[in-house]
């Protein structure tokens, strides 16, 4: 497959989870990404977190850099950030997702790095900025879920804050940290060179979205509702079933006359407590426990099957039954992958180009590309052993 970004380099100073999640999607799209780790500290951490598959390697790790390349370089010491400058010379975007005020002291900045290639491209994702007073605080996802309220979005009324599942924050801003660096590179001929920032605290808090434009225009306060429901239409929530849950989503009054036809109980359409949308969230409670009368009936299948093709509705998986689902399998969004002696499972890239799902290969090992970079593309191949044993590389 001609991959649209085949030819763009991209040098990475990343760890864990937004900065490599962003450049996984490049690197899926046809970057080189080129990862630039300390070997003395072991590289990113991610390659040390959860199960190992080998020396400075895990799931974890592969999980968020797939289709990535490794060098090791101490960009702390002089020699170290001489290679750097002649690797910046090659590259067209340096992406980093350290803390606010790091980028300026190590000089990966576009104002320290602008006079060695003035149409680089420097992209910073940072906890919460670079230009402002908290440009040295650590953080982390859970704690702007926290700051930024989806902690008391998330859960039932009466349960303490919750933070959601997984690290949504890490991954949009990765994500728009990618579309921000590809806006930069489609108008640098234009524009030049630039610094592309983008902070979790920004993003997790743009994520607000309709709550938020609620609130600052009309006051109104969102809080967390029973069973996952939405905070206006209804029913948009999670029922019972005989054997489980089901998660129904009647958006629409299209959608609620469907689903009560197919229920068969077209007869709820006429109570005046459940007439329009409006009515239906002021007496949400009650539907509630209509509903799972109707629905405990059956089971979550018998459900699915009646209501599939014709109102929104899902089940209610753990991770495993979510994974191993055969529409997984079917859409191809698993694979297997050679890794070492054995074969590494992970989830394909959601984009595809021409309906064909992007092609993947193991992250490299911590400095797997040394001799290939370092060594044979800048020219210091005579040099690496003592690179090495003086820690530069």
């Given at each position: 497959?001609?991959?649209?970004?085949?030819?763009?380099?991209?040098?990475a100073?990343?760890?864990?989870?937004?900065?490599?999640?962003g450049?996984?999607?490049?690197?899926?799209?046809?970057?080189?990404?080129?990862?630039?780790?300390?070997?003395t500290?072991?590289g990113?951490?991610?390659?040390?977190?959860g199960?190992?598959l080998?020396?400075a390697?895990?799931a974890?790790?592969?999980?968020?850099?797939?289709?990535?390349?490794?060098?090791?370089?101490?960009?702390?010491?002089?020699?170290?950030?001489?290679?750097?400058?002649?690797?910046?010379?090659?590259?067209?975007?340096?992406w980093?997702?350290?803390?606010?005020?790091?980028?300026?002291?190590?000089?990966?900045?576009?104002?320290?790095?602008?006079?060695i290639?003035?149409?680089?491209?420097?992209t910073?994702?940072?906890?919460?900025?670079?230009?402002?007073?908290?440009?040295?605080?650590?953080?982390?996802?859970?704690l702007?879920?926290?700051?930024?309220?989806?902690?008391?979005?998330?859960?039932?009324?009466?349960?303490?804050?919750?933070?959601?599942?997984?690290?949504?924050?890490?991954f949009?801003?990765?994500?728009?940290?990618?579309?921000?660096?590809?806006?930069?590179?489609?108008g640098?001929?234009?524009?030049?060179?630039?610094?592309?920032?983008?902070?979790?605290?920004?993003?997790?808090?743009?994520?607000?979205?309709?709550?938020?434009?609620?609130?600052?225009?009309h006051?109104i306060?969102?809080?967390?509702?029973?069973?996952?429901?939405?905070?206006s239409?209804?029913?948009?929530?999670l029922?019972?079933?005989a054997?489980?849950?089901?998660?129904?989503?009647?958006?629409?009054?299209?959608f609620?006359?469907?689903?009560?036809?197919?229920?068969?109980h077209?007869?709820?359409?006429?109570?005046a407590r459940?007439?329009?949308?409006?009515k239906?969230a002021?007496?949400?409670?009650?539907?509630?426990?209509?509903?799972?009368?109707?629905?405990?009936?059956?089971?979550t299948?018998?459900?699915?099957d009646?209501l599939?093709?014709k109102?929104?509705?899902?089940p209610?998986?753990?991770?495993?039954?979510a994974?191993?689902?055969?529409?997984v399998a079917?859409?191809g969004?698993?694979?297997?992958l050679?890794?070492?002696?054995?074969?590494?499972?992970?989830?394909?890239?959601?984009?595809?180009?021409?309906?064909?799902?992007l092609?993947s290969k193991p992250?490299?090992?911590l400095?797997?590309?040394?001799?290939?970079i370092?060594?044979?593309?800048?020219?210091?191949?005579?040099?690496?052993?003592?690179?090495?044993?003086?820690?530069i590389?």
């Amino acid at each position: 497959m001609d991959l649209p970004l085949k030819g763009i380099r991209i040098l990475a100073i990343e760890q864990f989870g937004a900065g490599p999640y962003g450049s996984m999607y490049l690197a899926d799209m046809g970057a080189e990404v080129i990862k630039i780790e300390s070997r003395t500290a072991g590289g990113d951490a991610a390659r040390h977190t959860g199960i190992q598959l080998s020396d400075a390697d895990s799931a974890y790790f592969q999980a968020f850099n797939l289709n990535k390349k490794s060098i090791t370089l101490d960009l702390k010491s002089k020699e170290g950030r001489q290679l750097f400058h002649e690797l910046v010379m090659t590259a067209d975007v340096v992406w980093n997702n350290l803390r606010g005020n790091q980028p300026e002291r190590l000089g990966i900045d576009y104002a320290n790095l602008k006079s060695i290639k003035p149409n680089i491209i420097c992209t910073h994702i940072s906890a919460y900025g670079r230009d402002n007073d908290r440009a040295d605080w650590p953080g982390y996802d859970y704690l702007m879920q926290a700051e930024c309220g989806f902690l008391h979005l998330t859960g039932e009324p009466e349960s303490p804050p919750a933070r959601f599942g997984l690290s949504i924050i890490d991954f949009m801003t990765g994500a728009v940290a990618g579309m921000g660096t590809l806006a930069a590179l489609l108008g640098r001929e234009r524009d030049g060179g630039k610094d592309v920032d983008i902070s979790l605290f920004d993003v997790a808090l743009h994520q607000l979205s309709y709550p938020g434009t609620w609130y600052m225009n009309h006051g109104i306060k969102t809080d967390r509702l029973p069973r996952g429901s939405h905070p206006s239409n209804t029913p948009v929530q999670l029922f019972k079933t005989a054997d489980g849950w089901i998660f129904i989503m009647c958006m629409t009054e299209k959608f609620w006359g469907l689903f009560l036809d197919i229920i068969g109980h077209p007869q709820l359409a006429e109570d005046a407590r459940f007439a329009n949308m409006g009515k239906r969230a002021e007496n949400r409670d009650t539907l509630t426990s209509v509903l799972d009368h109707i629905l405990s009936g059956n089971s979550t299948s018998h459900w699915l099957d009646k209501l599939k093709t014709k109102v929104p509705v899902a089940p209610v998986y753990d991770l495993p039954a979510a994974l191993d689902n055969p529409f997984v399998a079917d859409i191809g969004m698993r694979q297997s992958l050679p890794h070492g002696e054995r074969d590494l499972k992970v989830l394909r890239n959601p984009i595809r180009f021409n309906s064909q799902r992007l092609p993947s290969k193991p992250g490299h090992g911590l400095g797997q590309d040394n001799a290939g970079i370092i060594g044979d593309e800048l020219g210091h191949i005579e040099r690496l052993s003592e690179l090495s044993d003086r820690n530069i590389i």
